[in-house]
């Protein structure tokens, strides 16, 4: 069964606006991931952060950590048509080699 | 090429037919991955190899899913007498040492069995 999940489940924005997606998880983790899946293509790793961290970012990319909620949070600013894909969250489950992911955000940027 | 490589990438099998799924990881990479996707989900966890030793096979959902990689590099997931709850996408990915970060995902091998 998957870890957790992501929401909304669904979310479309014109382009230029701010996308936020969320995740919850069930178990305790050493470190959260976030991938970025276009139709029809396998996995792309976008950032990660660790159980110790709280915030970290990448280019245009935001993720947050909330151990004691255990949710994430990933923020997109200043989208762009071509981040029209799914977002998912992966979790390494308290320390094993498997990722553990939730079901997705699919997400449309609409230019 | 640079990344992981799946063949075939579409596969149509009748009900009750094997197939054969393969996947080239990134030359150097020590761990190797096998999820299951189906469609609208996220991906599933299925296997783990750590060079040729299948070290997690918790995830295969039955005794027809069989998972090799007997020198350590290319993998190959075989299903047995194929049944219609098997067609998904099946992702192969690869790191490059124990970790389970930063895994590199394969285009994917969608599975239809019909």
């Known amino acids: 069964s998957q870890q957790g999940e992501e929401d909304p489940q669904a979310l479309s924005i014109q382009e230029g606006e701010n996308a936020t997606m969320n995740c919850s998880y069930k178990?305790?983790?050493?470190?959260l991931q976030w991938y970025r899946q276009n139709s029809g293509r396998g996995l792309v790793h976008l950032i990660l952060?660790?159980?110790?961290?709280r915030e970290k970012h990448s280019g245009r990319l935001r993720v947050t950590l909330d151990t004691s909620k255990k949710s994430s949070s990933l923020l997109i600013t200043a989208s762009r048509a071509a981040d029209t894909a799914s977002y998912f969250c992966?979790?390494?489950?308290?320390?094993?080699?498997?990722?553990?992911f939730g079901k997705g955000t699919k997400l449309t940027v609409n230019p | 090429g640079a990344g992981v490589s799946q063949s075939p990438r579409y596969k149509v099998a009748k009900r009750g037919q094997d197939v054969a799924l393969r996947c080239d990881p990134i030359?150097?990479?020590?761990?190797l991955f096998w999820y299951q996707q189906a469609l609208g989900q996220g991906p599933e966890f299925l296997t783990y190899?750590?060079?040729?030793?299948?070290?997690?096979k918790s995830g295969l959902p039955s005794d027809r899913f069989f998972a090799e990689r007997p020198e350590g590099s290319v993998s190959t997931l075989k299903i047995q007498r194929t049944q219609q709850e098997d067609s998904a996408v099946y992702l192969c990915?690869?790191?490059?040492?124990?970790?389970?970060?930063?895994?590199?995902f394969g285009p994917g091998t969608r599975l239809t069995v019909l």
């Open positions: 990915a690869s790191s490059l040492r124990q970790g389970g970060r930063g895994q590199f």
């Open positions: 178990t305790s983790i050493n470190n």
């Open positions: 952060i660790r159980s110790n961290e």
């Open positions: 992966a979790t390494d489950a308290g320390g094993s080699e498997k990722l553990v």
């Open positions: 030359s150097g990479h020590v761990s």
């Open positions: 190899f750590q060079n040729e030793a299948q070290l997690d």
